[in-house]
């Protein structure tokens, strides 16, 4: 398959942000350095791709690989990773992304298992299974955003409305478990929470995927009236959220949340 024009940018106009562009075209030619042959290729996914970023979304990135990144790779793109972070467009403090070998991502990976992994924020890896999921390879698939490589529609099979929804039903019980286990939750979590159900609900609906805002929209419309405030909040707390991780909760707001979190799960049964 010919790649795809419009959804290739690697001549480095990626997004409408110029100064997040000479970032990812740092990224890229940085990890092409370490990975070298086996470099597949780079991507946005996320918001970017899916719709509505704005100034102040994170930077959801894909990095293919042919072979399983060796340990001294891994090394030398924490090192790269590091001084990226310490570069000084605030972007440099958001990417957030997974290297992952085209076999693993070919289709849905029923172990889910766990992936090189750099949080929003982090200068170091982990392993994580975060971007191990039908929902990142159908936004990749679908609409990711070309930085090198080949188009992602040759590097990942068709998923389907039903694997979205069996994702999306795993995700759910996910956040079940991420709120009995946090001792604490910030503001900016709290309307990533609702925000984040809304979407699970309407990928149930419609088998796709939707940006949070257009999923909240919709939630606006579609479920009991009686989360219209606090649907309508998440939306407009919007602006500037790296000021809100450190803030917590409103303690109103986060239980009525919680009650939100079971009117999901219950709708989620019935549908």
Same mark, same amino acid.
């Given at each position: 398959?010919?790649?795809?024009?419009?959804?290739?940018?690697? +001549?480095?106009? *990626?997004?409408?942000?110029?100064? #997040?562009?000479?970032?990812?075209?740092?990224?890229?030619?940085?990890? =092409?350095?370490?990975?070298?042959?086996?470099?597949?290729?780079?991507?946005?996914? &996320?918001?970017?791709?899916?719709?509505?970023?704005?100034?102040? +979304?994170?930077?959801?990135?894909?990095?293919?690989?042919?072979?399983? !990144? $060796?340990?001294?790779?891994? $090394?030398?793109?924490?090192?790269?990773?590091?001084?990226?972070?310490?570069?000084?467009?605030?972007?440099?403090?958001? #990417?957030?992304?997974?290297?992952?070998?085209?076999?693993?991502?070919?289709?849905?990976?029923?172990?889910?298992?766990? @992936?090189?992994?750099?949080?929003? &924020? $982090?200068?170091?890896?982990?392993?994580?299974?975060?971007?191990?999921? $039908?929902?990142?390879?159908?936004?990749?698939?679908?609409?990711?955003?070309?930085?090198?490589?080949?188009?992602? =529609?040759?590097? !990942?099979?068709?998923?389907?409305?039903?694997?979205?929804?069996?994702?999306? =039903?795993?995700?759910?019980?996910?956040?079940? /478990?991420?709120?009995?286990?946090?001792?604490?939750?910030?503001?900016? &979590?709290?309307?990533?929470? !609702? @925000?984040?159900?809304?979407?699970?609900?309407?990928?149930?609906?419609?088998?796709?995927?939707?940006?949070?805002?257009?999923?909240?929209?919709?939630?606006? /419309?579609?479920?009991?009236?009686?989360?219209?405030?606090?649907? &309508?909040?998440?939306?407009?707390?919007?602006?500037?959220?790296?000021?809100?991780?450190?803030?917590?909760?409103?303690?109103?707001?986060? +239980?009525?949340?919680?009650?939100?979190?079971?009117? *999901?799960?219950?709708?989620?049964?019935?549908?």
């Amino acid at each position: 398959m010919a790649l795809s024009l419009e959804r290739d940018h690697s +001549s480095g106009d *990626a997004t409408a942000f110029a100064d #997040l562009n000479q970032l990812l075209i740092e990224l890229v030619d940085g990890v =092409r350095n370490v990975l070298g042959d086996t470099f597949c290729g780079a991507y946005l996914q &996320g918001s970017f791709a899916v719709g509505d970023a704005d100034a102040h +979304s994170d930077v959801d990135f894909i990095v293919v690989t042919k072979d399983d !990144v $060796a340990p001294k790779q891994q $090394a030398e793109l924490r090192a790269l990773h590091q001084r990226l972070y310490a570069l000084t467009t605030p972007w440099s403090q958001h #990417l957030e992304g997974s290297y992952i070998s085209q076999k693993v991502l070919r289709r849905p990976d029923p172990d889910r298992r766990p @992936l090189l992994y750099l949080d929003n &924020g $982090a200068t170091e890896f982990a392993f994580d299974n975060h971007d191990n999921t $039908a929902v990142v390879r159908w936004s990749l698939r679908e609409h990711g955003v070309v930085l090198a490589g080949p188009d992602p =529609r040759e590097l !990942v099979d068709p998923i389907t409305p039903d694997e979205l929804r069996a994702d999306v =039903r795993w995700a759910l019980a996910e956040w079940a /478990e991420w709120f009995r286990s946090s001792d604490s939750i910030s503001r900016r &979590g709290l309307a990533v929470a !609702v @925000l984040s159900h809304c979407r699970i609900l309407h990928t149930l609906t419609t088998g796709v995927v939707a940006s949070k805002r257009v999923a909240g929209e919709w939630a606006l /419309e579609e479920l009991d009236p009686q989360w219209r405030s606090l649907i &309508g909040w998440a939306l407009d707390d919007r602006p500037d959220p790296w000021t809100k991780v450190g803030e917590p909760a409103d303690p109103g707001r986060l +239980s009525r949340t919680q009650s939100f979190i079971g009117y *999901a799960a219950q709708w989620a049964a019935e549908h």
